[in-house]
């Protein structure tokens, strides 16, 4: 007969660690229950409004149209000769009720409408002009509009995702309650808020990212509150594998158990471990996110417009050599010491191509974009790192300050007329952009608007891999192979088990008490 080897006895404190873990798990799941409930729920409405109730809008963006030069039978010059103005920051074309306009934007940074036939300016044209085109994105001329005010900064239903600032808000009186954010110095549509949209955004701000936070403390305590959360719903995950995937038999023993205990504790116990991974990963990446918005968001700010003297616009406008008959709009760059009309034709497949033609002399400049997204990088590249633009017309070596990409080579430029699905996507919102790619230690990636002159992104390697994790394993990107309706499913599931988890463990938790 075969002598039985005795078990080997744990030691006094690790018994009572394991006695202890128990406890602790069941103390910090409590803790975060609540908040666990409220982002899970928060979180499934997101793939359900992109899928059941996204919301529609007949056009999404202005349709582009060649204008001929008897259009605008006068040149930029008359008009602001007409109106006494000798220096501007910049103008463009726009066209509305039935008429061209020179849309200019004065020294006082706001923007003034001079009709192109007769130098008149149209009486509050911004406001004009940004109802003209939100009744053109949603295709209703007939709807009052109930209010329209200018927004200078993000808000509770106009978040930092949608980029574009300052814009117009125009509400609607119809039965969708549609309020349409419209760019007028871009003619492009922001976003647009239907009454369903509007509740969405406003659940998703309060219960996922706790926004109340910020009435009544700021942003930085928001974040490292959520932050300090995330790692106690990480202890609680990781206490629970210890608990029903490691000791779980001695545990079975240790807790005393009736017959709906049992039941829910088994339930608690399986599905908590099928979703553990994702318990984590939504937990670690969601910390991670949080603490990166620790960084203030200043893109929209991110603008170069230097002031520009009339005088120096040697050329009229509409006069220039170039094919009038693929003529979609002009504006102006400023280059060292040269002004340029930054003239936009039509292109093929619904493609723009830009010519740069020097205001002075006529002549073309075939590097002139190039040279330039250069320049706006070294010059977005000192105000982001807080230092005076000293060189705003210099030659980036002329600097006596150095910038992070001063001495950088460039790795890559690329024009990009559609969203990647990584990098530079949907979020990013504007288009085309220039795409530099530095040789720094970041890998510094900037990304240009040359139309406005704006900085639409800057990627770095931090960036980069906290969008990536972000993206992976909290949106669950991973799954795109199996086409986006699979991929927001499985995040619903993963979520609702997260979700199932929580509530069999607040009931459990009841019942114990209950019992006790």
């Known amino acids: 007969m075969e002598n039985k080897i005795p078990k080997k006895r744990d030691s006094k404190w690790v018994k009572k660690l394991k006695q202890k873990i128990y406890t602790w798990h069941r103390t910090i799941g409590i803790i975060t229950v609540i908040p666990v409930i409220f982002w899970c729920l928060s979180g499934i409405m997101h793939p359900f409004m992109a899928h059941f109730f996204k919301p529609t809008i007949a056009n999404e963006r202005l349709e582009?149209?060649?204008?001929?030069?008897?259009?605008?039978?006068?040149?930029?010059?008359?008009?602001?000769?007409?109106?006494?103005?000798?220096?501007?920051?910049?103008?463009?074309?726009?066209?509305?009720?039935?008429?061209?306009?020179?849309?200019?934007?004065?020294?006082?940074?706001?923007?003034?409408?001079?009709?192109?036939?007769?130098?008149?300016?149209?009486?509050?044209?911004?406001?004009?002009?940004?109802?003209?085109?939100?009744?053109?994105?949603?295709?209703?001329?007939?709807?009052?509009?109930?209010?329209?005010?200018?927004?200078?900064?993000?808000?509770?239903?106009?978040?930092?995702?949608?980029?574009?600032?300052?814009?117009?808000?125009?509400?609607f009186d119809r039965d969708d309650a549609m309020q349409v954010y419209v760019e007028t110095s871009s003619s492009k549509l922001a976003t647009f808020n239907p009454k369903s949209r509007q509740f969405f955004i406003w659940f998703f701000d309060v219960f996922h990212n706790w926004s109340f936070l910020d009435a009544i403390s700021n942003n930085a305590i928001r974040v490292w509150i959520m932050m300090l959360l995330l790692s106690v719903i990480?202890?609680?995950?990781?206490?629970?594998?210890?608990?029903?995937?490691?000791?779980?038999?001695?545990?079975?023993?240790?807790?005393?158990?009736?017959?709906?205990?049992?039941?829910?504790?088994?339930?608690?116990?399986?599905?908590?471990?099928?979703?553990?991974?994702?318990?984590?990963?939504?937990?670690?990446?969601?910390?991670?996110?949080?603490?990166?918005?620790?960084?203030?968001?200043?893109?929209?700010?991110?603008?170069?417009?230097?002031?520009?003297?009339?005088?120096?616009?040697?050329?009229?406008?509409?006069?220039?050599?170039?094919?009038?008959?693929?003529?979609?709009?002009?504006?102006?760059?400023?280059?060292?010491?040269?002004?340029?009309?930054?003239?936009?034709?039509?292109?093929?497949?619904?493609?723009?191509?830009?010519?740069?033609?020097?205001?002075?002399?006529?002549?073309?400049?075939?590097?002139?974009?190039?040279?330039?997204?250069?320049?706006?990088?070294?010059?977005?590249?000192?105000?982001?790192?807080?230092?005076?633009?000293c060189c705003d017309m210099q030659e980036p070596e002329e600097c006596e300050t150095s910038t992070d990409i001063s001495d950088a080579k460039i790795l890559e430029t690329k024009t990009l007329y559609d969203f990647e699905k990584r990098e530079y996507g949907f979020v990013n919102k504007r288009l085309p952009v220039v795409k530099l790619a530095y040789d720094t230690t970041e890998n510094a990636t900037y990304y240009i608007e040359p139309s406005s002159s704006h900085l639409a992104a800057v990627i770095t390697n931090a960036e980069r891999l906290e969008g990536y994790s972000f993206a992976i394993f909290h949106k669950f990107l991973f799954m795109d192979w199996a086409g986006k309706g699979i991929r927001d499913l499985v995040t619903v599931i993963a979520a609702m088990g997260l979700l199932t988890v929580c509530i069999l463990g607040l009931l459990l938790f009841l019942k114990v008490k209950k019992n006790k």
Not at 158 to 163: F, G, H, I, S
Not at 283 to 307: D, I, Q, R
Not at 321 to 327: P, V
Not at 362 to 388: P, R
């Open 64 to 171: 582009k149209t060649t204008i001929p030069p008897a259009d605008i039978p006068l040149s930029i010059q008359t008009v602001l000769a007409k109106n006494n103005l000798k220096q501007i920051k910049n103008f463009r074309i726009v066209s509305f009720n039935n008429g061209h306009f020179y849309q200019v934007k004065t020294v006082d940074n706001v923007l003034h409408y001079y009709n192109a036939a007769t130098a008149a300016e149209v009486t509050n044209g911004d406001a004009k002009y940004a109802e003209y085109l939100s009744r053109y994105f949603l295709d209703d001329q007939k709807s009052k509009v109930v209010s329209s005010e200018v927004l200078n900064e993000f808000d509770s239903q106009y978040k930092y995702v949608n980029r574009y600032l300052p814009v117009y808000k125009v509400s």
């Open 234 to 389: 990480v202890l609680s995950a990781l206490s629970g594998i210890v608990i029903y995937g490691l000791f779980w038999k001695v545990f079975k023993k240790q807790v005393p158990t009736t017959e709906a205990t049992t039941k829910l504790r088994f339930n608690h116990r399986k599905i908590g471990i099928a979703v553990a991974f994702v318990t984590l990963t939504f937990a670690l990446s969601g910390a991670y996110h949080a603490f990166s918005k620790l960084k203030p968001n200043n893109l929209s700010s991110m603008v170069y417009e230097p002031t520009i003297d009339v005088a120096k616009l040697s050329l009229e406008n509409n006069k220039l050599t170039l094919d009038w008959s693929a003529f979609l709009n002009s504006s102006l760059i400023q280059l060292k010491d040269d002004v340029y009309y930054q003239v936009v034709l039509k292109g093929e497949e619904k493609q723009t191509k830009t010519i740069y033609i020097n205001a002075k002399n006529g002549s073309i400049n075939k590097n002139a974009e190039l040279e330039y997204v250069q320049f706006l990088a070294h010059h977005f590249s000192d105000k982001l790192n807080g230092k005076a633009a």
